[in-house]
């Protein structure tokens, strides 16, 4: 049973740096696409950051050169390090995983495993 529990969300001001993290238990070794999403109230989740299983790497186009999405194998864990955040980077950040994504890779209904989110806070 596949569970992903998020980490290092916060309050933070804006222009300073948050790193996220995604523990994978129960699974394959992150041999799985991966990725952030994130969502506020009364929005569609959106896709932030996605790394496929061949390492490709796709963001969105608000967090370009802001955010990286890397993953440790071993551990194994994802991460989101955040950088010169934004007020409107505020939501709820979701880890998410899915056997397949390519170029499904922003549709959040590809994605099969969900942690419950950590929220951040950008004042």
């Known amino acids: 049973h596949v569970q992903l529990v998020e980490s290092g969300g916060g309050s933070v001001q804006s222009g300073r740096s948050l790193i996220l993290s995604c523990k994978v238990t129960?699974?394959?070794?992150?041999?799985?696409?991966m990725g952030w999403f994130r969502q506020a109230p009364g929005k569609e989740r959106e896709a932030v950051a996605v790394?496929?299983?061949?390492?490709?790497?796709n963001y969105a186009d608000s967090v370009k050169d802001r955010f990286t999405i890397s993953r440790d194998n071993d551990k194994p864990t994802l991460y989101l390090q955040m950088e010169n955040l934004k007020s409107e980077d505020s939501d709820m950040y979701y880890c998410a995983a899915t056997y397949a994504c390519g170029s499904s890779w922003s549709n959040s209904r590809v994605f099969t495993y969900w942690g419950l989110g950590t929220q951040v806070t950008v004042s």
């Open positions: 790394i496929d299983m061949d390492g490709k790497i």
């Open positions: 129960g699974g394959p070794k992150l041999t799985f696409c």
